[in-house]
């Protein structure tokens, strides 16, 4: 259920600029998507000219690309802490209330928002919304998956497995579990949304991203809108 929308141009913008951020000694989360892509490739031209960080990836795929843009990687396990963490979005409120886990990496990409002193943001343009609106992607243990959906829709949800692309059967996410994507309609209060998703039994994570981001970069057709947390 990977998310569209923009234009690389206007990705680029995005995480070029969150690249910047970047200092001479970081540990950095290194995100999981399109947009966040161009900001490990720029941070990766940065090492080439001589800066010394250190990237905490978020999932298969931001790894190898990291590797391939010649950044030093670490396990979240090896480091003291994250200084900045750099990551994409779903859809992105007001509030800056995140929607994550279209690509389904959003349980390892929180635990690394959660340990970073800092948390941005990329998006392009249609990523930005008054209310959050998408469904909610759970990642679920394989065997709980049916009991999570009997409670998802008695909280007023629908859960749908996530079926893969181009194969057959589920998503199983670089954790060996499962994602199911949960429609609550608009949500008003993700904070509160978030409280009684995170205890059902069989829940790994949800892909609320709740008081996290603390600056949104939105690339644009001439540059690049910044949204900061009041």
């Known amino acids: 259920m990977k998310t569209t929308g923009g234009t690389d141009d206007q990705k680029r913008r995005a995480g070029e600029r969150a690249a910047e951020l970047v200092g001479d000694g970081d540990v950095v989360g290194l995100g999981t998507g399109s947009t966040a892509a161009y900001a490990i490739r720029e941070i990766g031209r940065r090492v080439d000219a001589g800066l010394d960080v250190r990237g905490v990836p978020t999932s298969f795929d931001s790894r190898a690309l990291a590797r391939e843009a010649g950044i030093p990687l670490r396990s979240l396990a090896d480091v003291d802490g994250v200084d900045l963490a750099i990551d994409g979005a779903d859809q992105v409120d007001d509030d800056l209330q995140v929607i994550k886990g279209g690509g ?14 800092k948390f941005v943001v990329v998006a392009d343009p249609s990523k930005p919304v008054t209310t959050l609106q998408r469904p909610v992607p759970v990642e679920v243990l394989p065997d709980a998956y049916a009991a999570v959906e009997r409670d998802v829709d008695e909280l007023g949800g629908t859960a749908t497995l996530r079926r893969g692309e181009g194969k057959d059967g589920p998503v199983v996410t670089d954790n060996g579990n499962l994602v199911l994507d949960c429609d609550f309609g608009p949500i008003d209060d993700p904070e509160a949304l978030a409280r009684v998703l995170s205890p059902i039994p069989g829940v790994v994570e949800h892909g609320l991203f709740v008081d996290l981001a603390e600056t949104v970069y939105v ?12």
Do not use: N, P, Y
């Open 219 to 230: 690339g644009t057709d001439d540059g690049v809108t910044v949204r900061r947390r009041d």
């Open 104 to 117: 389904a990496a959003h349980a390892r990409e929180k635990v690394i928002a959660a340990a970073a002193a």
